[in-house]
């Protein structure tokens, strides 16, 4: 296929059913990461086309509530099925514009519609309550309602998935969205929307809006008709976006940055853990929230573990992502390469050594690269690196590696390796943060509750916990 002939490359917004150009004409031009080619352009909307779709959302509404949860389902899996239906026209358009390898953009595609079906299916599960009466003539029920108009602000690392993981609970739940997807990958989720036609989501219940990021939130966030704003992005700009929705008392899930450790204890299968490393590390090269940032090795199996997780790192193939066997693409823009190239040169600078990689590769391209003798004083220590660079830090106990680990203001992925069982108990309870990954690299899936504490956010998404953040609770009291 080529992209410039899919139905799917959709350069209009969809708002209250149709596809729009801006009230202004303005268009943005949209680049592929890794060539710099352009792709097309989208509409740059403002307050006024905001103000509209929220309209749109609000009109939609009472009938889409209206529905039982089974014709919801109906509807929602039907979309599902169009995603997968066509999973290769949209991984060819994720990896064009967000540059990840197709391998992956396709994995994403599935993990993306798995939201849709789970969310399908959750939708007939939202159960209330009875309660024993306090009075021997009351009656009390609970029934859980759908909280109205939504808003979701998504970033480009996870195109698809993150707008699905978002707007799945919040359809099966009987509530409108409106989605402001990142200015980076826009066309993923006009995609979306364009399926979501096809599958008979109604006029108004979905909308995608493209555009000026500021205006935009800036508007769903003032809004009193907009119930609840679901965010995934920097802690800066959720904090931001907060303080924006304090005045309307909105709802609100946050779903923020993260600064991962990966801790290898002496017991652990130094295997497992390189293959575990590899995958939290340098998936979506290096661009996850919950990528391991900082690896903490203990000092007995470090220099062993090094060099199997050095030999891995030499077997990956960085490149375009559309090419055969190439496992890393390029980072998002020239910004993300100074990062990376800034966390680097400030290692070296305090005495950390570079094992593998190093470079800076032109374009947004930069090599797999391994850090050793790294220590709390550098800045991949503290912040998230956000490219595919591994810093190798030595503990010896356990009580001091806990430490270290919890030694951040983020708390959403955690991972260690360990076999001891004792250890293994210990150390999930002692971790603070909201998910903890023991003995694998990967733990994302539509079945759990993926989210964190502190400066990594508010509430959960997937799983049974994550309809919740789209209901609200009514209280009946009955006097017979
Ligand atoms: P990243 O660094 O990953 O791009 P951001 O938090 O900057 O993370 O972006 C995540 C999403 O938040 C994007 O859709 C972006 O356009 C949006 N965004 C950024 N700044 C604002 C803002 N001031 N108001 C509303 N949305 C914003």
Redesign the pocket.
Known sequence: MKLNQSELLREQAYIEGQWLDADSGKKVNIFNPATGERIGSVPEMGAFETHRAIDAAERALPAWRALTAKERSSILKRWFELINQHADDLALLMTTEQGKPLAEARGEVAYAASFIEWFAEEGKRVYGDTIPGHQQDKRLLVIKQPVGVTAA?????FPAAMITRKAGPALAAGCTMIV?????TPFTALALAYLAIEAGIPPGVFSVITGD??A???T??ESAVVRKLS????T???I??MQ?CAATLKKLSLELGGNAPFIVFDDADLDAAVEGAMISKYRNAGQTCVCANRIYVQSSVYDAFSEKLAAKVAELKVGVGTESGITTGPL?DKNAVKKVQAHLEDAVSKGARVKTGGRALGGNFFEPTILTEVNGSMRVAKEET?GPLAPLFRFDSVDEVIAMANDTEFGLAAYFYARDISRVWKVAEALEYGMVGINTGLISNEVAPFGGIKASGLGREGSKYGIEEYLEIKYLCLSV
């Open positions: 602000i998504t970033p480009w690392n402001k997807p990142a200015p980076q990021a500021k935009i939130g800036n769903l966030c965010f995934t992005g920097s800066g700009v959720g931001h976006l924006q998002i956000f």
